[in-house]
């Protein structure tokens, strides 16, 4: 059983930056391909950003392209998610999603095995 934990979450102003990171509990972790889902309150888990488990091809929301950057550090077991120019739209629980499968993780959440438990960011204005 892999065991993903967030942080980094926080509040934050419109503008402002965050990196979340999701720490994986064993090192098979960094085979798997990886997601990054938000929830904001009465609506449905998104997607945000995958990347896969070589750590070569990379995939974004189109609200995330270009503000978001995935990435992996494997000496770290650990995924982050930068997040640049926030703004109050981004406010939710941000998840990581690993997928032990072959295959590609894509934006469907039927596509992770394991999810962490979620860390709040919020934007204020």
């Known amino acids: 059983q892999v065991q993903l934990v967030e942080s980094g979450g926080g509040v934050v102003q419109a503008g402002g930056s965050l990196r979340l990171s999701c720490a994986a509990s064993?090192?098979?972790?960094?085979?798997?391909?990886m997601g990054w889902f938000r929830q904001a309150p009465g609506r449905d888990r998104e997607f945000v950003a995958s990347?896969?488990?070589?750590?070569?091809?990379?995939y974004y929301a189109d609200y995330a392209k270009g503000r978001f950057t995935v990435s992996r550090d494997n000496d770290k077991i650990t995924v982050y998610l930068q997040m640049n120019s926030l703004n109050v739209e981004d406010t939710a629980v941000y998840y990581c999603?690993?997928?032990?499968?072959?295959?590609?993780?894509?934006?469907?959440?039927?596509?992770?095995?394991?999810w962490g438990q979620g860390t709040q960011v919020t934007v204020s204005s």
């Open positions: 990347l896969r488990g070589n750590g070569g091809a990379l």
């Open positions: 064993r090192r098979s972790f960094n085979n798997y391909a």
């Open positions: 999603a690993a997928r032990a499968r072959t295959g590609r993780a894509g934006a469907d959440v039927n596509d992770y095995d394991y």
